[in-house]
């Protein structure tokens, strides 16, 4: 059971590049949701998903798109790299948003130039 | 706004003392409430949870918290330290939406 996988683990862009980040669970949950880990700063919430088609932002949302097609796949796309997206990435997932702790990935380290 | 405190970016205790750290929240609902571990170069690792009944709760690795509604808090507990508690804990939580709302993180080293 490989829970909530990410690719790549590491990335360095050049400021505005875009890239995608992927994530995918095998676990069968509909709620899926990326942070990323700042300094600090703790996790902020970039973007959620409830299920399949559902999509919604979160704390920090502005540079990233996500989709949710399937429910095992919710990708993060950079739209154009900025510095101040330099970060590390995770990716959870859980059985529900509210009272079901959540499965992390190991994170994506990205650093834009 | 829901909102999580950790009022200590860092605590030290010595293997085999009782160690505690620190959340409060805001006062707004019932709360769900959550406490998660990182270790270096890892995700995070669910720990323990509390969403309603018992004010203590019991959670992964010998670890506990207690809910205390008047003062707002959610205090992580363990009686006996281990060298291998040594990492960065967080403490979340939920107002029942889709949003689970991270502390700023406690980093923990227990000296041996």
């Known amino acids: 059971n490989a829970g909530v996988t990410q690719t790549p683990k590491f990335q360095v862009l050049k400021t505005g590049q875009s890239m995608t980040l992927q994530c995918a669970q095998d676990?069968?949950?509909?709620?899926m949701s990326w942070y990323r880990q700042d300094p600090g700063m703790g996790l902020r919430l970039i973007h959620y998903s409830v299920g399949a088609g559902i999509t919604d932002q979160g704390e920090v949302p502005n540079g990233y798109n996500v989709s949710r097609s399937t429910t095992e796949d919710f990708p993060l796309r950079l739209l154009s790299a900025a510095p101040s997206q330099t970060s590390v990435y995770f990716c959870a997932s859980s059985y529900s948003a509210g009272n079901y702790g959540y499965t992390f990935g190991s994170g994506t380290r990205l650093t834009v130039v | 706004a829901q909102s999580v405190a950790q009022p200590e970016d860092q605590v030290k205790v010595a293997e085999g003392n009782p160690l505690t750290v620190k959340c409060t929240y805001s006062v707004s609902g019932n709360p769900y409430l959550f406490w998660y571990v990182q270790y270096p170069n890892r995700g995070l690792q669910f720990l323990l949870k509390y969403i309603t009944g018992d004010n203590l709760v019991k959670g992964s690795y010998g670890f506990e918290a207690e809910f205390n509604k008047s003062q707002t808090s959610f205090h992580l507990k363990k009686p006996s330290a281990l060298v291998s508690d040594s990492a960065l804990y967080f403490c979340?939580?939920?107002?029942?939406?889709?949003?689970?709302?991270f502390g700023t993180g406690t980093r923990l080293t227990i000296i041996p």
């Open positions: 676990m069968n949950h509909e709620y």
């Open positions: 979340a939580v939920n107002f029942g939406n889709e949003k689970l709302t």
